[in-house]
């Protein structure tokens, strides 16, 4: 990873504009060149840093997926499982924009939807085998993950964070006991 404050403040504008765009247009409809306008950076640059709009778009979700998986990750290891939901939503709050605006983007092969689905299905693979349900393990990681990224997606977009992290904990516990 680069230390170039130059670099840095580059990809930046690059992603923000990206972002921008991405507010207006579908991703299939975005060219190099609505993304440099929009970055106020020439062509050249962006092909300095990034192959295509493909390329930017994939980094962009791996770095979004990386941070996911290091608070999830974090959070698993502080916390009761209650708080589990509300701190993440807390974590993701930041970067909110970023995250649902690349949520939008599913005809994609390593799309952000499927990435968190993916790390969260990993993780409640973990929390399926030490729960006593009469269902195959698989199906219930697979409906908590499902459940997990609905909820945090639409917090993300709507707030209320606190009452989905309420309703989703009361629905863990009634499913598990």
């Not at 579908?26 to 390329?55: M, P, W």
Request: glycine share 4%; aromatic share 10%; hydrophobic share 40%.
């Amino acid at each position: 990873m680069t230390t170039d404050l130059r670099v840095i403040k580059t990809i930046r504008d690059i992603q923000e504009g990206f972002i921008q765009v991405l507010q207006d247009k579908s991703f299939e409809k975005i060219t190099v060149n609505d993304i440099c306008t929009a970055s106020l950076v020439g062509r050249s640059t962006f092909y300095h840093h990034y192959q295509d709009k493909y390329d930017l778009l994939e980094q962009m979700n791996h770095t979004q997926a990386n941070n996911f998986k290091a608070l999830l990750s974090n959070r698993v290891q502080q916390l009761q499982q209650d708080e589990l939901l509300l701190d993440l939503y807390n974590g993701l709050v930041p970067d909110r924009k970023i995250i649902t605006t690349l949520m939008t983007i599913t005809d994609v092969k390593d799309n952000l939807k499927a990435a968190y689905f993916k790390i969260l299905k990993q993780y409640f693979d973990k929390v399926a085998s030490q729960i006593r349900i009469d269902v195959p393990n698989d199906f219930l990681s697979d409906f908590y993950a499902n459940s997990a990224l609905t909820a945090i997606l639409w917090s993300l977009e709507h707030g209320q964070q606190e009452k989905i992290a309420t309703f989703m904990n009361g629905l863990v516990k009634k499913s598990i006991g």
